[in-house]
Structures are given as C-alpha cells and as structure tokens.
C-alpha cells in the first residue's frame, strides 16, 4: 500500500534533486529520506529513482507517481479537514496564496472575520503573484489561491480545472506626477500618454500594458519596471515617468506627489479565488472563501 508520507518524500526528492537536500525542506534525516524511499519501492514494485552517482532522475513509474502525488494528497487533505471540521470548525488549516495588493486589501479583514468566528482555524499566508499562485494550488502547496486576470474568457479556459469564484472588478488607474500637464484632469486617454517615459509593473501586468497601449496606437517606452507598487508610485511622483496600476494597488499604498486619473476607455481586471473541487468542500475553505466574498463586497 502507498502511504501519504511516502508520496510526500517522493515529491521532495523530485523537486529537490537529491535524498540529502529532500531531508533538510522535510525537516528529518537523510537516512530516514532513503529508508521511506526503499518502503515506496517496495510498495510500487518497480524502481522509481535512478541513481547515477551524485545524482538522481526519475523512472518512468516515478514520474507517473509525482504526477498523481498532487491530486492525491490534496484528496487526503480535504478528507483529514472535513472530518476535523464535523465538530464545527473547532479546528482545520488554510493555506492561503495572495498577490500583493489583494493581500494588503481585501485579505486582512477577511482573516480577522475568520479569526473572530473560528478561532480554531489556522490560516497561513504567503504572496505570489499568477501565475505562480495557480501553480501552486495544483501542485498542492496551498488551499486557496487570490488571482487575476485582464483576459476575460481565456482566463475561464485557463482555470476550467479549478472551483472559481468572483470578487471584484478592479479597474487600472493612471498616475502622473503632481505637476505633470495632466495632472488634476480627472480623466485621461491612453492615447495622450503615447509620449511619456513608462514605469511597469509585475509581468502579468506589464504584457497587459504592453497589449492596452498598443490597441491605443502606440508602443510605451518603458524606462523603469518593478514588482513593488510602492515603488510604481515612488518613481511616478519623483517624476520619472507615468503607470497605470489597479486601484486595489493604489488603495495600498500612500500616493505621494502623484494625480491618478480614470483611464478612458475603462481598462478592467477580474479579482478571482480559486480553489481545487476537493478543497472546496472542505468547510475552513469554504468559509475563508466566504469571508473574501464579503470583504471584496465592502
């Protein structure tokens, strides 16, 4: 029979390369790694590692494994939390993957409501952005993830896999800096800003930039491009430059020495939570799930 545990270790050693370093990310020992290796071996009846001296690659069984290992685990897992959750939520764990400014937002108040209703529930959050966040919920390392999306029905085909849920519609904002000729006009085309130096945001966004500004007629210079929307709006007000960004981005951040302008036409992105099928009958998901709907509603 093939143990949870053993399917864990088989995932860390693929993703790691090697019994030793699968041993450290475990938190165990190497001989440990290697002896629950020879277990799931023995269970499969057939090689799953190939050891060519200092290195490691996977059978062809073993790759079939590690396919099915993601699926599998995140089966057990929404079974383990259902049954913690039959005495009413008293316990159960959430792992939670935002992008940024959804976590500066909309998750804060929706973690508080949780904690408020059910203090047993244990939710953890790190911050990626999509499509790393998608990655990691079908590779099992998280619960529920907070994405977006500028491509309407191509994102619906992208995620066909996973349990949708709508938040909001985010609409991308202008920023010029405070003495910029626009400055104070309240609305801008995009089309007037074909001449401006461009400051870009995270990949996803900065393609979509790319994508508006040509359906406006032009190709932006982008001079400056970063992750971090503070420094977006840093650059913008110290004069380097214009960016459109969301206004769940703008909300975060203390805009300073910059105007933001509604852009014309509307440029809007869809504020997602995804989840797997099997997760979202788990009850803490389910009602994390329902605390995001209300905080996005506010």
Avoid: N
């Avoid at 269970?43 to 490691?56: D, I, K, Q, Y």
């Avoid at 996973?162 to 995009?190: K, Y």
């Avoid at 709006?233 to 981005?249: H, Q």
């Avoid at 979202?280 to 389910?286: C, L, Q, Y």
């Amino acid at each position: 029979m093939i143990e949870a545990r053993h399917l864990r270790i088989l995932r860390a050693v693929a993703g790691t390369g090697s019994f030793s370093a699968a041993a450290r990310e475990l938190g165990c020992t190497q001989p440990a790694v290697s002896q629950q290796m020879r277990a799931l071996e023995l269970s499969a009846g057939t090689p799953l590692l190939v050891r060519t001296g200092r290195e490691m690659r996977l059978t062809q069984a073993g790759e079939a494994l590690v396919r099915h290992a993601a699926g599998i685990l995140a089966g057990l897992t929404a079974a383990e939390e259902e049954v913690a959750a039959i005495a009413g939520l008293r316990a159960g764990r959430v792992r939670l993957v935002s992008f940024p400014s959804g976590s500066s937002t909309l998750v804060p108040t929706a973690l508080a409501a949780m904690r408020a209703e059910h203090p047993g529930t244990r939710i953890s959050l790190v911050e990626a952005e999509p499509p790393r966040s998608v990655e990691m919920l079908r590779e099992g390392d998280c619960d529920l993830a907070l994405a977006f999306s500028y491509g309407g029905a191509r994102a619906g085909a992208e995620w066909e896999d996973l349990v949708v849920t709508p938040l909001l519609t985010d609409r991308l904002v202008g920023l010029v800096p405070e003495g910029h000729r626009l400055a104070g006009a309240g609305r801008v085309g995009m089309a007037e800003l074909a001449d401006e130096p461009w400051i870009a945001g995270c990949p996803r966004c900065r393609r979509h930039l790319v994508e508006v500004c040509e359906g406006a007629g032009f190709t932006p210079r982008i001079d400056f491009a970063t992750d971090d929307y503070p420094a977006v709006v840093g650059l913008v007000g110290a004069g380097l430059g214009v960016a459109v960004l969301p206004e769940l981005a703008v909300e975060s951040v203390r805009a300073k020495g910059v105007s933001a302008l509604a852009v014309e036409p509307a440029v809007e992105r869809q504020v997602v939570a995804l989840t797997l099928p099997d997760l979202a009958r788990v009850p803490a998901v389910a009602a994390t799930l329902g605390e995001l709907v209300r905080a996005a509603a506010r």
